[in-house]
């Protein structure tokens, strides 16, 4: 599976609390993200990195932040966690390949199932 | 930014009939286009994806279809079977850098005995 995991893999919160959630790969990718999977919306992009230090939000980021200090490590920040952020999020990666293409070809680790309170 | 709907979200079918489901973008600037399939309390598994320098993709008993002009992708799964229930997602995105892929809300498939 991609060689991604996610921890913790179940988390229960209080409103109001800060959460980080860790998304790690053993792939050397370039690129990593950050979805949340709610009933009726599918799955949208929270944040993603393109690089170390390097990141950019997605559809859906307000309430959230990332950090990339390692190639490997993606962290996704609820500063104060609220009931609206009760969801399951994935983490994903995908390779550079440079010219040859194919980086948007993305894989998913086993997700992170969050019930804030 | 890009919006995409599918069609339908849900769909039953009889175990060896086919199943067909269907997807619009808006942004014309999209030009990958992945199917994932996700069973229950599973991860979104990638099966099969296209680009949009080709118009049809085969592997084995599913295939995407790709229409730029109508800017619509479709899939298609023959000989249904039992393990093919699950929720299927299409998804669009330029290429480029990163892929900020954009999800549709899900098919959910039930293939009955």
């Known amino acids: 599976d991609a060689g991604i995991t996610q921890s913790p893999r179940h988390k229960v919160t209080e409103t109001g609390t800060p959460v980080t959630l860790r998304c790690h790969q053993t792939?050397?990718?370039?690129?990593m993200y950050w979805y949340r999977q709610d009933p009726g919306h599918g799955l949208r992009l929270i944040h993603y990195s393109y690089g170390v230090k390097d990141t950019d939000k997605g559809e859906v980021s307000d309430g959230y932040s990332v950090s990339r200090s390692k190639t490997e490590d993606f962290l996704l920040t609820l500063e104060s966690a609220t009931s609206s952020q009760t969801s399951v999020y994935f983490c994903a990666i995908s390779e550079s390949k440079g010219l040859a293409g194919g980086q948007e070809t993305q894989y998913f680790g086993p997700g992170t199932r969050l019930l804030v309170l | 930014g890009e919006n995409v709907e599918q069609h339908p979200s849900t769909l039953s079918v009889q175990e060896g009939d086919s199943a067909v489901i269907k997807c619009t973008y808006s942004?014309?600037?999209?030009?990958?286009f992945p199917w994932y399939k996700q069973e229950l309390g599973k991860r979104p598994q990638l099966i099969i994806d296209i680009r949009s320098n080709v118009g049809e993709k085969k592997d084995q008993r599913i295939a995407v279809t790709l229409n730029k002009t109508a800017k619509h992708f479709s899939l298609h799964i023959t000989e249904t079977q039992p393990e093919d229930s699950a929720v299927y997602f299409c998804a669009a995105t330029p290429t480029g850098t990163a892929s900020k892929l954009t999800f549709g809300t899900g098919t959910r498939l039930q293939v009955t005995l």
């Open positions: 792939e050397n990718h370039r690129y």
């Open positions: 942004d014309s600037a999209s030009n990958y």
